[in-house]
């Protein structure tokens, strides 16, 4: 209850118990002091007095003079406080009395002349003795009716003083405690101030050089190094912050994933998007990695981080969708958490550039041999016919010699030429020119007559909705191996060849479609027609690099070729090239 | 302690008894005095209790001597009243004086009825003496005795001369004028 109390009412409470005890211990000790300095006045009065009366009860009681000791024992009159006297002679006698006849109290009173206070009354024996002669005894019983009342006058006034001190102290209390109560109030006033506001800045106004003043000092000592920590606390929550987001940007955004995985379950703790993307799992439905990878590939990994306790381009190939995919993992394995913690990268781009090189190398190698084999085979071809041509004397078959070595040297020049338009479509790029398609395809169809069979039927349709922006040169690549491949590779036996040119030009794309009744492509070969220097069939007399070359322009144009064949039935290619004529702008498109 | 106990009995009976019956004695033929002499010398006794003489005097008799001026039956009975009494730390001499020449080494003079023919001559002789004159005639206080013994209501009272006491060197004990009737 007390502990409760505020201070202010502390600090009352103390002065005013301590001026209440010091009023009581004080007025206890004056009363005591002044009820005993009563009584021992009392009692001095009430000795002397029967000393006095026992001096004069000398005379009277040697020469039995009754009336001279009652004369005496008057004069007592002026002590109202005396409530009897008697003056007894040696044998007992009562000599002579005043007011009454005593009657004594039944206890041994000290007969030496010093008074004794017993039931409210003062008890004096005195002795009358005359030259060492005992005659008799005073008694005298005295009243304490004075002492009563002046003790009782005191503790009224000790009562009112008391009150009135009280009265004041508690005035003074109220008004001095404030030396003391309002420095703390202001400083709990201030710290409410503080931690509601969570201001601090706030500091509290000293204005005395006291123990609250130090205090005053410490504690806006204390708010400064609170500031100041806060204000640090602040830049370090700010940099962190920031370095968190940094951090995290990095990781959500990073190309690489970043993950920790369960060492035992394979299950991943945290990962960022881009594990999961590369994964192509999702954290919502399915977190264990260990699902995602092989038997063997799981088991190597943890073999590895078991044993090493790291792992480094472990690839894996995963395939999604009929994609495939190919991923690095390395990280190191946390053994007190019993975390893998690893980075995965996706290698598929690389894997597959890794395994085009491969493929062009390849390609080069089988290039550079059918190449040289090609060149050198004409060249061989036109030696050995200029060798005949010398020793031939008739100019019938020297000229036939010349009409070889021609077909040689055409053969030759055509395989240069499919040799340049290779070079040519891997170095130049210029897709947005304005084709016009059916002018295209009717001087590719000119330029192709000069070796077109009698019979054979060229059909065209062509639906142009829109202008058609590509690349000129391949465009007429295109059109010139599908068609001049379909005038090579003609049936004999069919009584009505034909070549179809379908054309449709919309916004999007151009569809071409090539078609024609002729050989075929025996299904064995279909799935090799566009490889380097295939020849389907021993008649062609190509270089096998047409549909290679075809293959390769539309690859370059982004755009897609396929066809289907039946031996002896014919052949359909279909050809789709996008359309950038929203790209041009409308100032060009004329 | 034998004084104490003499003066105990003739305190503690004075009031009442013949001093024959206070000390428990019989008195002896010719010694009897009727009962208001008997307690006027009892008296005068105790009288002697309250005056101081001057030392000088009482050392220059050497003794301390009680005269009674010729009066036999007081002087017997005093000197039976005195038989075991000291005064002043000295036995008193009770002696029966019958010439006036001779009361001028006394310390008391008791001057009864019998006197009354010489009573201006004695007192003249006494004047300026430290000698305590107890008179037992009712106007030997007027006259200049210092103690004289009354008869007030049949009690034996005893006044005070003021004047002889003052004109003596004695000194008497303020507290017997309280009981005593004072002639100025």
């Given at each position: 209850?007390?502990?409760?109390?505020?201070?202010?009412g502390?600090?009352?409470?103390?002065?005013?118990?301590?001026?209440?005890?010091?009023?009581?211990?004080?007025?206890?000790?004056?009363?005591?002091?002044?009820?005993?300095?009563?009584?021992?006045?009392?009692?001095?009065?009430?000795?002397?007095?029967?000393?006095?009366?026992a001096?004069?009860?000398?005379?009277?009681?040697?020469?039995?003079?009754?009336?001279?000791?009652i004369?005496i024992?008057e004069?007592l009159?002026?002590?109202?406080?005396?409530?009897?006297?008697?003056?007894?002679?040696?044998?007992?006698?009562?000599?002579?009395?005043?007011?009454?006849?005593?009657?004594?109290?039944d206890?041994?009173?000290?007969?030496?002349?010093?008074?004794?206070?017993?039931?409210?009354?003062?008890?004096?024996?005195?002795?009358?003795?005359?030259?060492?002669?005992?005659?008799?005894?005073?008694?005298?019983?005295?009243n304490?009716?004075?002492?009563?009342?002046?003790?009782?006058?005191?503790?009224?006034?000790?009562?009112?003083?008391?009150?009135?001190?009280?009265?004041?102290?508690f005035?003074?209390?109220?008004?001095?405690?404030?030396?003391?109560?309002?420095?703390?109030?202001?400083?709990?006033?201030?710290?409410?101030?503080?931690?509601?506001?969570?201001?601090?800045?706030?500091?509290?106004?000293?204005?005395?050089?006291?123990?609250?003043?130090?205090?005053?000092?410490?504690?806006?000592?204390?708010?400064?190094?609170?500031?100041?920590?806060?204000?640090e606390?602040?830049?370090?929550k700010?940099?962190?912050?920031?370095?968190?987001?940094?951090?995290?940007n990095?990781y959500?955004?990073?190309?690489?994933?970043?993950?920790?995985?369960?060492?035992?379950?394979?299950?991943?703790?945290?990962?960022?998007?881009?594990?999961?993307?590369?994964?192509?799992?999702?954290?919502?439905k399915d977190?264990?990695?260990g699902?995602?990878?092989?038997?063997?590939?799981?088991?190597?990994?943890?073999?590895?981080?078991?044993?090493?306790g790291?792992?480094?381009?472990?690839?894996?190939?995963?395939?999604?969708?009929?994609?495939?995919?190919?991923?690095?993992?390395?990280?190191?394995?946390l053994?007190?958490?019993?975390?893998f913690?690893?980075?995965?990268?996706?290698?598929?781009?690389?894997?597959?550039?890794?395994?085009?090189?491969?493929?062009?190398?390849?390609?080069?190698?089988?290039?550079?041999?059918?190449?040289?084999?090609?060149?050198?085979?004409?060249l061989?071809?036109?030696l050995?016919?200029?060798?005949?041509?010398k020793?031939?004397?008739?100019l019938?078959?020297?000229?036939h010699?010349?009409?070889?070595?021609?077909?040689?040297?055409?053969?030759?020049?055509?395989?240069?030429i499919n040799?340049?338009?290779?070079?040519?479509?891997?170095?130049?790029?210029?897709?947005?020119?304005?084709?016009?398609?059916?002018?295209?395809?009717?001087?590719?169809?000119?330029?192709?007559?000069?070796?077109?069979?009698?019979?054979?039927?060229?059909?065209?349709?062509?639906?142009?909705?829109?202008?058609?922006?590509?690349?000129?040169?391949?465009?007429?690549?295109?059109?010139?191996?599908?068609?001049?491949?379909?005038?090579?590779?003609?049936?004999?036996?069919?009584?009505?060849?034909?070549?179809?040119?379908?054309?449709?030009?919309?916004?999007?794309?151009?569809?071409?479609k090539?078609?024609?009744?002729?050989?075929?492509?025996?299904?064995?070969?279909?799935?090799?027609?566009?490889?380097?220097?295939?020849?389907?069939?021993?008649?062609?007399h190509?270089?096998?690099?047409?549909?290679?070359?075809?293959?390769?322009?539309?690859?370059?144009?982004?755009?897609?070729?396929?066809?289907?064949?039946?031996?002896?039935?014919?052949?359909?290619?279909?050809?789709?090239?996008?359309?950038?004529?929203?790209?041009v702008?409308?100032?060009?498109?004329? | 302690?034998?004084?104490?106990?003499?003066?105990?009995?003739?305190?503690?009976?004075?009031?009442?008894?013949?001093?024959?019956?206070?000390?428990?004695?019989?008195?002896?033929?010719?010694?009897?005095?009727?009962?208001?002499?008997?307690?006027?010398?009892?008296?005068?006794?105790?009288?002697?209790?309250?005056?101081?003489?001057?030392?000088?005097?009482?050392?220059?008799?050497?003794?301390?001597?009680?005269s009674?001026?010729?009066?036999?039956?007081?002087f017997?009975?005093?000197?039976?009243?005195?038989?075991?009494v000291?005064?002043?730390?000295?036995?008193?001499?009770?002696?029966?004086v019958?010439?006036?020449?001779?009361?001028?080494d006394?310390?008391?003079?008791?001057?009864?009825k019998k006197?009354?023919?010489?009573?201006?001559?004695?007192?003249?002789?006494?004047?300026?003496?430290?000698?305590?004159?107890?008179g037992?005639?009712?106007?030997?206080?007027?006259?200049?005795?210092?103690?004289?013994?009354?008869?007030?209501?049949?009690?034996?009272?005893?006044?005070?001369?003021?004047?002889?006491?003052?004109?003596?060197?004695?000194?008497?004990?303020?507290?017997?004028?309280?009981?005593?009737?004072?002639?100025?």
């Open positions: 209850m007390l502990k409760n109390l505020s201070i202010k502390k600090l009352i409470l103390i002065i005013l118990v301590v001026t209440i005890s010091v009023l009581i211990i004080g007025f206890v000790a004056i009363y005591v002091s002044f009820s005993s300095a009563l009584k021992d006045d009392l009692n001095h009065n009430m000795v002397n007095t029967a000393k006095i009366v001096d004069y009860s000398i005379t009277p009681l040697q020469f039995g003079d009754k009336d001279r000791a004369d024992l004069k009159k002026n002590e109202p406080q005396i409530e009897c006297v008697h003056i007894e002679s040696y044998n007992g006698g009562i000599f002579a009395f005043y007011n009454s006849e005593c009657k004594m109290p206890l041994v009173l000290p007969n030496n002349g010093k008074g004794i206070f017993h039931e409210g009354f003062l008890h004096v024996v005195q002795p009358i003795v005359f030259k060492n002669k005992n005659l008799g005894r005073i008694y005298l019983r005295a304490t009716k004075e002492i009563d009342f002046k003790t009782t006058q005191i503790i009224v006034n000790m009562l009112v003083i008391g009150l009135v001190v009280v009265i004041v102290a005035v003074f209390a109220n008004r001095l405690q404030r030396l003391i109560s309002s420095p703390v109030e202001n400083l709990i006033k201030t710290t409410h101030q503080i931690s509601e506001n969570g201001n601090y800045s706030i500091r509290v106004q000293k204005k005395y050089d006291d123990e609250i003043g130090s205090l005053y000092d410490n504690f806006n000592h204390m708010l400064n190094q609170i500031e100041y920590r806060q204000q606390e602040t830049k370090s700010k940099a962190l912050a920031e370095s968190e987001e940094k951090f995290r990095i959500q955004n990073s190309i690489i994933g970043i993950f920790q995985a369960d060492i035992n379950t394979a299950e991943l703790i945290e990962a960022n998007d881009k594990t999961w993307k590369m994964l192509h799992i999702s954290p919502t977190s264990v990695v699902k995602v990878l092989s038997l063997r590939d799981a088991a190597r990994i943890r073999k590895s981080l078991l044993e090493k790291f792992i480094e381009n472990y690839e894996i190939f995963l395939e999604k969708d009929e994609k495939k995919y190919w991923l690095s993992i390395s990280g190191k394995y053994n007190q958490r019993n975390v913690e690893g980075v995965i990268k996706d290698i598929t781009e690389e894997k597959e550039s890794f395994l085009e090189l491969k493929r062009v190398n390849f390609e080069l190698d089988n290039f550079v041999y059918h190449t040289s084999h090609d060149l050198r085979s004409p061989l071809s036109i050995g016919l200029i060798s005949i041509s020793n031939e004397k008739s019938e078959s020297v000229m010699y010349f009409d070889l070595i021609e077909k040689s040297v055409k053969r030759l020049d055509a395989l240069v040799l340049l338009t290779l070079s040519r479509n891997s170095r130049v790029d210029k897709q947005k020119q304005l084709v016009d398609i059916k002018e295209t395809i009717q001087e590719t169809i000119e330029i192709l007559n000069l070796n077109k069979p009698e019979k054979l039927e060229i059909k065209m349709d062509i639906k142009q909705h829109s202008k058609f922006f590509s690349d000129q040169t391949r465009v007429n690549i295109i059109l010139n191996n599908l068609i001049s491949n379909a005038y090579k590779y003609q049936n004999p036996s069919q009584d009505q060849p034909y070549v179809s040119i379908e054309v449709e030009v919309t916004d999007e794309a151009m569809n071409l090539v078609e024609d009744n002729g050989l075929g492509i025996s299904p064995e070969s279909q799935s090799k027609v566009f490889e380097m220097f295939y020849r389907a069939t021993d008649q062609a190509g270089s096998g690099l047409g549909l290679y070359i075809v293959k390769n322009v539309i690859d370059k144009l982004k755009g897609s070729i396929r066809f289907t064949s039946a031996i002896r039935k014919g052949t359909a290619f279909h050809v789709t090239l996008p359309n950038h004529v929203n790209e702008p409308e100032s060009e498109e004329s | 302690m034998r004084l104490n106990w003499v003066l105990i009995i003739l305190f503690s009976t004075a009031l009442h008894l013949p001093i024959s019956q206070q000390i428990g004695q019989k008195v002896q033929p010719g010694v009897f005095a009727p009962d208001k002499t008997e307690r006027k010398a009892y008296l005068a006794r105790l009288i002697t209790e309250f005056v101081s003489w001057p030392d000088q005097h009482v050392e220059n008799e050497g003794a301390f001597l009680v009674v001026f010729n009066d036999e039956d007081f017997r009975y005093l000197t039976y009243l005195y038989k075991d000291e005064i002043k730390g000295m036995k008193p001499k009770v002696a029966l019958k010439e006036l020449a001779e009361i001028n006394s310390h008391i003079l008791f001057l009864t006197s009354s023919g010489s009573i201006d001559q004695i007192l003249k002789l006494t004047n300026n003496k430290p000698i305590l004159t107890i037992d005639c009712k106007d030997f206080g007027n006259k200049g005795t210092i103690v004289n013994f009354i008869d007030v209501q049949d009690e034996v009272k005893f006044e005070i001369n003021l004047n002889s006491y003052k004109n003596s060197e004695l000194k008497i004990d303020s507290r017997l004028f309280d009981v005593a009737k004072i002639i100025d």
